[in-house]
């Protein structure tokens, strides 16, 4: 077990003083030396006061298939698939097709419990919380937001997100490696239409593929792919929450390849009023979208890990583990990566409490476990509130791990535009008026150390 693995067990155990944070009731288990992205979730949900349940086992109910699991999630959704539709996912091989379906099970039970976390608010209450969220512009929540938020199950959701990543990173996704590795993927991609722009299920071709309609899960085994669509983002800022083919689940995984993702809001594992999960696990990539992206999360959980390689991430604001209201992380396990971002993103959160408010906090981290990193904003001048920001009762963590020198390059609009734990900055807070300038080792700390320090 790693060194900081340990650590952070021992710090979540302790007080936090000045905040709506509290010590956890009970212990917090052992956490493996490669934390899990659910185990993640777990620590950081338990540091802000929600109380984690066990995740059960995902269980294929008797007779289930995965042309009939499409079908019930089309039906979700507003639509209906026709045989022919259905027709090529009968012939799959069983290697693809059972861990396919258990997903395609969690994602349904992932969707009704985010239904029951949202049953207290009708879809008009629902829309209307997301757009005062999105107006005040990290201003002070009103009253009416606050109500809103307050009846959101939060902890139910954040316990629900648990489960699916648990079933699709741990059961899932080693059966789908094998069967690739077996020569069992089909050689062609297989895709339901996707009526509307919005599909169920879509299974990439080995080669360079291109992806233009939503889908509720995609995954992809290699190549050098293009996603121009949601790309395991919710999808209900897109329309009226009563409109069909709109996705409160969306997961998309691609296992090899330097890869494209370019999508407006939200995507890229951005979970507003739901879940999103993007999953790259090799290749150089590149990342870029307007907001609600990039593990960025309102009134939700949002989910980005890339596993490996040079990458590239840029983002407007509300991304790169932007927690509004939820709970949003980006995690980046190695390589040389470079990221930039505008406003409200890279391990920034706020909830709806406010400085003297009772909800449980909003969580936003972003991960960086080694290589030699840029940070930057996006426009001179106008960072506002970047790497590890926290407002009222939250947690917004920036952390770069490893021993390489990074590069920091962050200008703000008359505002403090970071708040980095131990970290090599160069900071700029008027345009062309050098402040700060250090340079050496930001190696030190880590996640374990801004968990005790709470994110201040």
Same mark, same amino acid.
């Given at each position: 077990?790693r060194?900081?693995?340990?650590a952070?067990?021992?710090?979540?155990?302790?007080?936090?003083?000045?905040?709506?944070?509290h010590?956890?009731?009970?212990?917090?288990?052992? #956490?493996?030396s /490669?934390?899990?992205?659910?185990d993640?979730?777990?620590?950081?949900?338990?540091?802000a006061?929600?109380?984690?349940?066990?995740?059960s086992?995902?269980?294929?109910?008797?007779?289930?298939?995965?042309?009939?699991l499409?079908q019930?999630?089309?039906?979700?959704m507003g639509?209906?698939?026709?045989p022919?539709?259905?027709?090529?996912?009968?012939?799959?091989?069983?290697r693809v097709?059972?861990?396919? #379906?258990?997903?395609?099970?969690?994602? /349904?039970?992932?969707?009704?419990?985010?239904d029951?976390?949202?049953s207290?608010?009708?879809?008009?209450?629902?829309?209307e919380l997301?757009?005062l969220?999105?107006?005040?512009n990290?201003?002070?929540?009103?009253?009416?937001?606050?109500?809103l938020?307050?009846?959101v199950?939060m902890?139910?959701?954040?316990?629900?997100?648990?489960?699916?990543?648990?079933? #699709?990173e741990?059961?899932?996704?080693?059966?789908?490696?094998?069967?690739?590795q077996?020569?069992?993927?089909?050689p062609?991609?297989?895709?339901?239409?996707?009526?509307?722009g919005?599909?169920?299920?879509?299974?990439?071709?080995?080669?360079?593929?291109?992806?233009?309609?939503?889908?509720?899960?995609?995954?992809?085994?290699s190549?050098?792919d293009?996603?121009?669509?949601?790309a395991?983002?919710?999808?209900?800022?897109?329309?009226?929450?009563?409109?069909?083919g709109?996705?409160?689940?969306?997961?998309?995984?691609?296992m090899?390849?330097?890869?494209?993702?370019?999508n407006?809001?939200?995507?890229q594992?951005?979970?507003w009023l739901g879940?999103?999960?993007?999953?790259?696990y090799?290749?150089?990539?590149?990342?870029?979208c307007?907001?609600?992206c990039?593990?960025?999360?309102? /009134?939700?959980?949002g989910?980005?890990?890339?596993?490996?390689?040079n990458?590239?991430?840029?983002?407007?604001g509300?991304?790169l583990?932007s927690?509004t209201?939820?709970?949003g992380?980006a995690?980046d396990?190695?390589?040389?990566?470079?990221?930039?971002v505008?406003?409200?993103?890279?391990?920034?959160?706020?909830?709806?409490g406010?400085p003297?408010?009772?909800?449980?906090?909003?969580?936003g981290?972003?991960?960086?476990?080694g290589?030699?990193?840029?940070?930057?904003?996006?426009?001179?001048g106008?960072?506002?509130?970047?790497?590890?920001?926290?407002?009222?009762?939250?947690?917004?963590?920036?952390?770069?791990?490893?021993?390489?020198?990074d590069?920091?390059?962050?200008?703000?609009?008359?505002?403090?535009?970071?708040?980095?734990?131990?970290?090599?900055?160069?900071?700029v807070?008027?345009?062309?008026i050098?402040?700060?300038?250090?340079t050496?080792? /930001?190696?030190?700390?880590?996640?374990?150390?801004?968990?005790?320090a709470?994110?201040?």
């Open positions: 077990m060194l900081w693995a340990v952070c067990i021992l710090l979540l155990s302790v007080p936090t003083v000045g905040s709506l944070w010590a956890p009731t009970v212990g917090v288990p052992a #956490l493996p /490669d934390l899990s992205d659910a993640l979730m777990r620590v950081l949900a338990t540091k006061g929600y109380h984690v349940t066990p995740a086992k995902t269980v294929v109910p008797p007779g289930a298939t995965l042309p009939g499409m019930h999630l089309a039906s979700r639509q209906t698939l026709s022919t539709d259905l027709a090529p996912f009968a012939q799959l091989d069983p097709s059972a861990p396919t #379906l258990l997903l395609l099970v969690a994602v /349904d039970q992932a969707w009704s419990a985010r029951e976390a949202f207290k608010l009708t879809p008009a209450e629902q829309q997301m757009t969220t999105l107006q005040r990290g201003t002070e929540p009103s009253a009416r937001e606050q109500a938020s307050g009846e199950d902890e139910g959701l954040i316990n629900a997100a648990i489960a699916l990543d648990d079933t #699709l741990a059961i899932v996704m080693p059966q789908l490696q094998q069967a690739v077996a020569g069992a993927w089909p062609i991609p297989i895709a339901d239409p996707g009526a509307a919005t599909g169920v299920l879509r299974l990439g071709s080995p080669g360079n593929d291109v992806e233009g309609i939503n889908r509720i899960v995609q995954i992809d085994p190549g050098d293009v996603y121009w669509n949601n395991g983002g919710t999808t209900l800022l897109q329309g009226a929450l009563t409109s069909p709109l996705l409160p689940i969306a997961i998309s995984v691609d090899g390849g330097n890869d494209r993702y370019s407006g809001l939200p995507a594992g951005g979970g879940i999103g999960i993007i999953l790259d090799a290749g150089n990539d590149y990342y870029a307007g907001g609600a990039q593990g960025g999360a309102i /009134d939700g959980v989910l980005l890990r890339d596993y490996a390689g990458d590239t991430y840029a983002a407007m509300r991304a583990g927690g209201n939820g709970l992380i995690r396990d190695g390589g040389n990566d470079f990221y930039r505008l406003t409200w993103g890279g391990g920034y959160a706020e909830g709806a406010g003297a408010g009772d909800l449980k906090g909003s969580v981290l972003l991960w960086d476990r290589g030699v990193d840029d940070y930057s904003d996006w426009t001179p106008y960072a506002y509130r970047v790497y590890g920001w926290a407002r009222g009762d939250s947690l917004g963590m920036m952390v770069d791990e490893g021993p390489e020198v590069n920091y390059a962050i200008a703000s609009a008359g505002v403090w535009p970071h708040g980095c734990n131990m970290c090599t900055w160069t900071i807070e008027a345009p062309g050098l402040t700060h300038r250090q050496g080792n /930001d190696g030190e700390g880590g996640l374990a150390a801004i968990l005790s709470n994110g201040r």
